[in-house]
């Protein structure tokens, strides 16, 4: 099982939760897991072409995925996946 | 330059901690520092610089004092709405410690104007709401080699950390390359937000500002921040630097300020 941790700007996709826990063995794979149970939620996370946004960035436990394998990152379970979006408010 | 008799009451609760004292009293009177935006974030932080003798305040906001302010914008009153928020926070700050410089500059900064402005002070803190504005500022430290310390927030979240690339440290575009296309996150004012979310976010910033000017404590330029109210959670990730970043990495693309940087703001 792995938490991931959801920002606020994506709480509405996920019925307002803060926090979910699924099953994945990548990055990857946790982005269409979660698809599946919060539908629209990759178009957040992903370009058209797949690709993780470039103002979104994701985290395994406290590390950057685009400094790990990026999508390839593989998961275990007892890992944090943090989604930590730009934010610009003042 | 030296503490006044006065000062020397003023700051005595400064002056007796070991990490300050005298000298370090007298680095934040000589210090200069300017906030980029006068709102929910620079108004908190600007009102703990200026008790905290923060020699010279630069205020660069081109907005006036609206009613919806005020539920955040505490530098700002019911007296002032409509005045420049600049010349509304001057107000402010002098009234709470009249032996300091303000400065106030009632306008948006841009390519333009940003460079001059920014090289006049030491420390920038980044309390603006957008991501052009945010883009910019980042940019326009790297080039002046001026210390950065941004913070953000959204409705019960906040996201704070200092930028530093002429100390080795990474830029705000390590972490976030580029900015989003409209549309795809909320980023303007008329986005709701926690109003004591601001307190705090533009408090730590504050706070961050004190230790790089006397030179004191843990920086936070190698990690983000991200504050969540609701769960009352502090969380730090990594923030390394990016070696193929557009502005501080070893090829970059970004060599001035003249690239395009409206991002527009719609939710
Ligand atoms: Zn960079």
Redesign the pocket.
């Known amino acids: 099982m792995i938490k991931v941790r959801i920002p606020t700007p994506l709480r509405p996709l996920t019925k307002n939760q803060g926090e979910v826990d699924v099953t994945a063995g990548s990055i990857a794979d946790l982005v269409n897991t979660l698809e599946a149970s919060y539908p629209g939620i990759k178009a957040r996370l992903c370009d058209d072409s797949g690709e993780l946004r470039r103002f979104v960035n994701i985290y395994v436990n406290e590390e950057d995925i685009r400094f790990l394998k990026g999508k390839d990152t593989a998961l275990k379970s007892g890992d944090e996946v943090s989604i930590v979006p730009a934010i610009a408010g003042g | 330059m030296e503490l006044t008799e006065s000062e020397i009451q003023r700051y005595s609760r400064h002056i007796i901690l070991q990490d300050v004292g005298g000298k370090g009293q007298l680095k934040l009177k000589r210090a200069k520092v300017l906030l980029i935006g006068a709102g929910g974030l620079g108004s908190p932080a600007g009102l703990y610089l200026a008790a905290a003798g923060i020699g010279t305040i630069g205020l660069v906001d081109g907005d006036v004092v609206d009613l919806s302010n005020l539920q955040r914008q505490i530098m700002h009153s019911t007296a002032t709405l409509g005045k420049p928020k600049v010349e509304s926070g001057k107000k402010t700050l002098s009234a709470i410690n009249p032996e300091i410089t303000i400065n106030a500059y009632h306008q948006l900064v841009d390519a333009e104007n940003i460079l001059p402005l920014v090289s006049q002070y030491d420390i920038v803190l980044d309390g603006s709401d957008n991501f052009t504005t945010r883009f910019l500022v980042n940019d326009a430290c ?1 080039f002046a080699k001026k210390t950065l310390i941004s913070a953000s927030m959204f409705r019960f979240e906040g996201q704070l950390t200092t930028i530093k ?1 002429h100390a080795g440290y ?6 976030y390359p580029e900015p989003p296309p409209a549309g795809l996150v909320p980023n303007c004012q008329e986005a709701g937000v926690l109003g004591v979310l601001a307190g705090t976010m533009g408090i730590l910033q504050a706070s961050e500002a004190i230790k790089e000017i006397l030179g004191t404590g843990e920086t936070i330029a190698d990690k983000l921040l991200i504050y969540d109210a609701l769960d009352m959670k502090f969380r730090k990730v990594g923030r390394p ?2 070696p193929a ?5 070893s090829n970059p693309k970004i060599k001035d300020l003249s690239m395009d940087y409206t991002v527009s703001c719609t939710i």
């Not at chain 2, 990474?170 to 972490?175: A, N």
């Not at chain 2, 970043?245 to 990495?249: E, R």
């Open positions: 790297f690339p990474p830029c705000y575009r390590c972490l630097k990016d970043c557009p502005l501080c990495g």
